[in-house]
C-alpha cells in the first residue's frame, strides 16, 4: 500500500444508508453525479454513484464526495477519495474549477472513467442512473 492510499483509506467513513437524492438542472454549477455500472457477485450489475457537492465547504473547509450503491449512501471521504469497491478503487480528486477526475482503477493497472449523469453532459435528459440488467 502506497503512502497515497494509506491517507485516502484513513478519510473514508461509512455511510449511513440514506437514499440518493435526484439530480435536478439548477444543481449544474454546485454539483456533480458520476455513474459507474459494475459487475458484482455472481454476474449481476451493480450501479454505483459519487456524488460531489461543490461548495459544499465544511467546518475544516473540504468537501466530500459520497459513493452510492443501487441507490444507497455506502460511503464518504474528503476530497481526494478513494473508495474500496469489488475488484478495484473509484479515485476522486478535485480542482479549482471542478472535479479533475472519477474513475474505477481495476486491481490491474488499466482505468475506466465513470460517465457523468446525463445532466451534466448535455444540459438536458433524464437525471436517473443507467438501468440495471440482470
Avoid at 473514508?12 to 444543481?27: E, S, V, Y
Wanted: some cysteine.
Amino acid at each position: 500500500m502506497t503512502w497515497k492510499q494509506w491517507a485516502a483509506s484513513k478519510r473514508l467513513k461509512p455511510g449511513d444508508g440514506r437514499a440518493l437524492q435526484r439530480f435536478r438542472w439548477w444543481q449544474l454549477p454546485l454539483r456533480s453525479l458520476f455513474w459507474l455500472r459494475l459487475p458484482g457477485a455472481g454476474g449481476h450489475a451493480r450501479v454505483h454513484a459519487v456524488d460531489v457537492r461543490h461548495w459544499a465547504r465544511l467546518d475544516s473547509g473540504r468537501i466530500r464526495a459520497h459513493l452510492f450503491l443501487d441507490g444507497r449512501h455506502v460511503a464518504e471521504s474528503k476530497l481526494p477519495a478513494a473508495f474500496p469497491v469489488e475488484g478495484g478503487v473509484i479515485e476522486v480528486a478535485m480542482s479549482n474549477y471542478g472535479i479533475r477526475r472519477c474513475h474505477y482503477r481495476p486491481l490491474g493497472d488499466s482505468r475506466v472513467s465513470s460517465r457523468p449523469t446525463r445532466r451534466r453532459r448535455r444540459g438536458g435528459g433524464r437525471a436517473s442512473p443507467p438501468a440495471v440488467r440482470d
